[in-house]
């Protein structure tokens, strides 16, 4: 996925949360409403939250340096994970706290500030302008996401991206239509009911899928923090290209790791004649360098060491890794 698509999704989510967040706050403050004050921290927290994944893009795109030679491309998967923080913590929790809250109040028969506001009716037409709002933001997200899909579903493209920005945007924006719903429809059935229950049961249900929301984002950007590999067509695609090598006879071992969404680590043994020379194994590895990087252009650093083929080899057992400091 190229960033200059996510980074678009990412300023169209922005823009719409911000507008969204100022007129969910202006609606609570003359109604009280506890599921617009949920709603309102969710924007608050979604706009922060896509300003984290564009800080995220910008760091990540500094030159390689000493201390860091692969670069910084893992940034972005770093602010990704704080941004699956930020939603659970910010997002979730507290918009849970105020349903706890607000059931308390209800409990106690203190007065509904909504039920007794003369302005009942303006969470009604916030909830509706923010709907529209937000689907344009989510229509912009599924058009980008759709450019580099293919032919996978919204699950396998959303667990298996490389680049957290679309699938961020994606799950946030659907939560953020999911919310607004809820929100709707606890403000209604509360005004049409005069039951406050209603009120505090869409800021509950709200804060649960804002959590669960997090915890998938969290679990699937923690993948990528660890380290993934290539997808297995692009695996494919790479060992194809070194077994199709002239001079290669056949791929020992072969690994790869993502560094960045767009930087790929390529290590591989590949086995060579015995009686080649030294300058014709450094063509066949220059070569090799080559033809990968022709199927996969994302593999930015490729070592290739070669190899006898011996196939009744047996690899000496490694050594047992030294102790920590202090252990016994």
Not at 316 to 323: F, H, I, K, L, N
């Amino acid at each position: 996925m190229s960033a200059h698509g996510g980074n678009r999704a990412v300023v169209a989510a922005l823009l719409a949360n911000l507008g969204i967040a100022i007129t969910k706050f202006a609606a609570w403050l003359v109604t009280g409403a506890t599921s617009m004050l949920a709603e309102a921290i969710h924007s608050v927290a979604d706009s922060g939250n896509q300003g984290l994944l564009l800080l995220g893009a910008k760091r990540s795109q500094r030159e390689a340096t000493e201390e860091h030679p692969f670069g910084f491309g893992r940034e972005r998967y770093i602010y990704s994970f704080i941004v699956a923080i930020v939603l659970f913590s910010i997002g979730g929790l507290f918009a849970l706290y105020e349903a706890y809250h607000k059931y308390h109040e209800v409990v106690e028969g203190k007065p509904d500030e909504l039920l007794e506001s003369r302005w009942w009716w303006l969470p009604l037409v916030v909830l509706s302008a923010a709907i529209v709002m937000e689907s344009f933001s989510f229509r912009t997200a599924i058009s980008e996401s759709n450019k580099v899909r293919g032919d996978k579903s919204w699950v396998q493209f959303i667990r298996g991206s490389k680049a957290p920005e679309l699938p961020v945007v994606l799950l946030e924006d659907l939560a953020a239509l999911l919310g607004l719903v809820f929100a709707l429809a606890g403000v209604g059935l509360t005004l049409l009911t005069e039951n406050a229950y209603f009120d505090v049961m869409g800021a509950a249900a709200i804060g649960t899928l804002l959590v669960v929301v997090a915890i998938t984002l969290a679990v699937e950007t923690k993948s990528l923090l660890i380290g993934e590999s290539a997808s297995k067509a692009a695996i494919e695609r790479m060992r194809t290209a070194l077994e199709e090598t002239p001079g290669v006879r056949r791929v020992i071992h072969f690994k790869t790791l993502h560094l960045g969404p767009e930087e790929l680590l390529v290590a591989a043994k590949i086995g060579v004649d015995h009686d080649n020379t030294a300058d014709s194994v450094a063509h066949t590895i220059d070569e090799a360098e080559r033809r990968v990087r022709a199927v996969e252009p994302v593999a930015q650093a490729i070592y290739l060491e070669p190899d006898i083929y011996r196939p009744d080899y047996v690899p000496e057992p490694r050594p047992a890794p030294p102790s920590s400091p202090g252990a016994h």
